[in-house]
């Protein structure tokens, strides 16, 4: 549910862009946006699969970070991916997400009035919020303590390599994508 509720807040800063006038930086949003979340989605659903070995197909609780933690030493390779996907979508610097929604910031900042000002701000503090959620899912899921069904963390491990591999490919294309925006010097 993380995931899917995040969609709106992307949605919001590629309207943000749109509405701002800069399409060519709204579609560039669509474009990064497309890496890091196919990869968390994918990632999640590695997260599940795993989950789901021992626990049963269709059990809430593969799904419930709250009786998630500790899958970092479990699913090592998943947790790396997810965590770029994580840092992207959080536009933590020089992952794509950084260089596309700072571009739509910089587009409102610069528009040099108070509606400019107020845009920039809601903004802002949209994608402060985001960094903490992503944060939270992250943590949440693969660090502290498991605090679910020891049976469970017991049986679960990495996914097969037909899961993992997209994982990274995603992985190399949310940190690099947003290079693409960067103007040669």
Request: contains cysteine; aromatic residues 16%; proline residues 3%.
């Amino acid at each position: 549910k993380v995931l899917a509720y995040s969609t709106v807040s992307q949605l919001g800063f590629m309207f943000m862009a749109a509405g701002l006038g800069a399409f060519h930086i709204a579609v560039f949003h669509v474009f990064t946006h497309a890496f890091f979340k196919a990869l968390l989605f994918l990632g999640s659903g590695s997260v599940i699969h795993s989950l789901e070995h021992s626990l049963g197909h269709g059990n809430p609780d593969s799904q419930d970070l709250w009786k998630m933690g500790g899958l970092k030493e479990k699913m090592p390779i998943t947790c790396g991916t997810m965590t770029i996907g994580a840092l992207a979508l959080a536009g933590f610097p020089l992952f794509a997400g950084f260089f596309s929604k700072d571009a739509i910031l910089y587009t409102a900042f610069h528009r040099g009035d108070a509606l400019g000002w107020l845009i920039y701000a809601l903004g802002v503090g949209a994608a402060v919020c985001t960094a903490f959620y992503s944060a939270r899912l992250i943590g949440l899921t693969f660090f502290g303590k498991w605090r679910g069904n020891e049976h469970a963390y017991a049986h679960a491990d990495e996914s097969p390599r037909s899961m993992t591999l997209p994982l990274i490919i995603l992985a190399i294309f949310a940190f690099f994508s947003g290079w693409l925006m960067v103007p040669a010097a």
